[in-house]
């Protein structure tokens, strides 16, 4: 039986992932983690721990305490805030990696780690960026990411660490809210829409990005944890992508459900630059050759579940 610990579980994956590993594989192996304290039921359903991740000694207890056999290392600072505190990212996201895995390799762990579209930088081929390609990104978020997936292959090569990783797109959900990244304006104009039926997006009208919708993101994270190692040519930083569209885009599908629905454009210059250095869409075939991958989830049947889903979660806030 599998026994998971979850690091950085009360953020926007994680607070959907641990409920669905939960689901596959006991609520008692998996364990939730993070700095915060859980308000929800995430503790009352399973176990939680407090676990800083820059700190080997608590990652450590907790994987020796339950016996863990897999890491989901979620916890992370996302781009924006990354690029507000570049010094605490490097500490948070490359600190943490670093420990997670030297926990894992001590303790013969498998782990999984969430790279980003954000690992890519404006020297990329931006249009159906391929698997494997220039990486030269211009944020901290990026070097963390790239050196994060360079760290996880090394893992692999010289200690045999099973480690396996995703390069996320924009990810939309109603679970949680975002932690501070720059596609998090794709999740906040389903809140606004809702409430008050306009929004004021903080990136161009023609910002295109890769997205992907929360269900969609976790099926991907546990099918890869769970592919057959034999077939996988790439292990760490498998390129993922479900839709692909640009703030009018997103801003028209929505106006279907809501006629009266109105966007409007105050441009954040350091969330635009972080966006305008990223892709404009992955090239996915790797995950769909290696270990299956396809999403479920398009632009309209994303957009038509989170403002079902939404609108009962803020009638019941
Ligand atoms: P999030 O910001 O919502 O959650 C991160 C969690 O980590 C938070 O609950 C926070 O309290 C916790 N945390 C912060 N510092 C910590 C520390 N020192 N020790 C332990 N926990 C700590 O992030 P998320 O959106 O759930 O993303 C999870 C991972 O997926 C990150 O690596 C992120 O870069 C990656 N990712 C996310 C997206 C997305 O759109 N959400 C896209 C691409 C990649
Ligand atoms: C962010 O915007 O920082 C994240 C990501 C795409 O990595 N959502």
Same mark, same amino acid.
């Given at each position: 039986?599998?026994?998971?610990?979850?690091?950085?579980?009360?953020?926007?994956?994680?607070?959907?992932?641990?409920?669905?590993?939960?689901?596959?594989?006991?609520?008692?192996?998996?364990?939730?983690?993070?700095?915060?304290?859980?308000?929800?039921?995430?503790?009352?359903?399973?176990?939680?721990?407090?676990?800083?991740?820059?700190?080997?000694?608590?990652?450590?207890?907790?994987? &020796?305490?339950?016996?863990?056999?897999?890491?989901?290392?979620?916890?992370?600072?996302?781009?924006?805030?990354?690029?507000?505190?570049?010094?605490?990212?490097?500490?948070?996201?490359?600190?943490?990696?670093?420990?997670?895995?030297?926990?894992?390799?001590?303790?013969?762990?498998?782990?999984?780690?969430?790279?980003?579209?954000?690992?890519?930088?404006?020297?990329?081929?931006?249009?159906?960026?391929?698997?494997?390609?220039?990486?030269?990104?211009?944020?901290?978020?990026?070097?963390?990411?790239?050196?994060?997936?360079?760290?996880?292959?090394?893992?692999?090569?010289?200690?045999?660490?099973?480690?396996?990783?995703? &390069?996320?797109?924009?990810?939309?959900?109603?679970?949680?809210?975002?932690?501070?990244?720059?596609?998090?304006?794709?999740?906040?104009?389903?809140?606004?829409?809702?409430?008050?039926?306009?929004?004021?997006?903080?990136?161009?009208?023609?910002?295109?990005?890769?997205?992907?919708?929360?269900?969609?993101?976790?099926?991907?994270?546990?099918?890869?944890?769970?592919?057959?190692?034999?077939?996988?040519?790439?292990?760490?930083?498998?390129?993922?992508?479900?839709?692909?569209?640009?703030?009018?885009?997103?801003?028209?599908?929505?106006?279907?459900?809501?006629?009266?629905?109105?966007?409007?454009?105050?441009?954040?210059?350091?969330?635009?630059?972080?966006?305008?250095?990223?892709?404009?869409?992955?090239?996915?075939?790797?995950?769909?050759?290696?270990?299956?991958?396809?999403?479920?989830?398009?632009?309209?049947?994303?957009?038509?579940?989170?403002?079902?889903?939404?609108?009962?979660?803020?009638?019941?806030?």
């Amino acid at each position: 039986m599998k026994r998971i610990l979850v690091t950085g579980a009360l953020g926007q994956i994680g607070s959907e992932l641990v409920p669905a590993l939960r689901g596959v594989c006991g609520a008692d192996c998996v364990v939730a983690s993070d700095i915060r304290m859980p308000t929800g039921t995430v503790d009352k359903d399973g176990p939680f721990e407090y676990v800083d991740c820059t700190e080997k000694r608590l990652v450590d207890e907790v994987v &020796r305490k339950y016996e863990v056999d897999s890491i989901y290392h979620l916890a992370s600072l996302l781009s924006a805030t990354a690029e507000e505190k570049p010094h605490v990212a490097w500490d948070v996201n490359m600190g943490g990696l670093y420990r997670v895995l030297e926990v894992a390799r001590e303790n013969r762990c498998a782990v999984f780690f969430p790279s980003s579209i954000g690992a890519f930088g404006p020297s990329t081929p931006p249009d159906r960026t391929p698997q494997d390609t220039l990486q030269r990104p211009t944020t901290m978020y990026g070097v963390t990411k790239v050196a994060g997936e360079l760290l996880c292959d090394y893992y692999h090569q010289r200690f045999g660490v099973d480690t396996r990783g995703l &390069r996320y797109p924009g990810l939309i959900s109603y679970v949680a809210p975002p932690g501070g990244g720059t596609t998090d304006y794709a999740v906040e104009i389903f809140y606004e829409a809702i409430r008050n039926k306009r929004y004021s997006c903080f990136l161009g009208p023609d910002t295109c990005l890769d997205m992907m919708y929360m269900p969609d993101a976790v099926k991907a994270a546990v099918d890869l944890m769970n592919a057959d190692p034999t077939r996988l040519v790439h292990r760490n930083a498998f390129n993922v992508t479900a839709v692909n569209f640009t703030p009018e885009q997103l801003g028209a599908e929505i106006r279907k459900h809501i006629p009266e629905f109105t966007i409007e454009y105050e441009v954040d210059p350091v969330r635009q630059g972080i966006a305008d250095s990223w892709p404009n869409s992955l090239d996915d075939s790797a995950a769909r050759e290696e270990w299956d991958w396809k999403p479920e989830y398009d632009l309209p049947s994303m957009t038509r579940d989170m403002l079902e889903n939404l609108r009962v979660k803020l009638k019941a806030g």
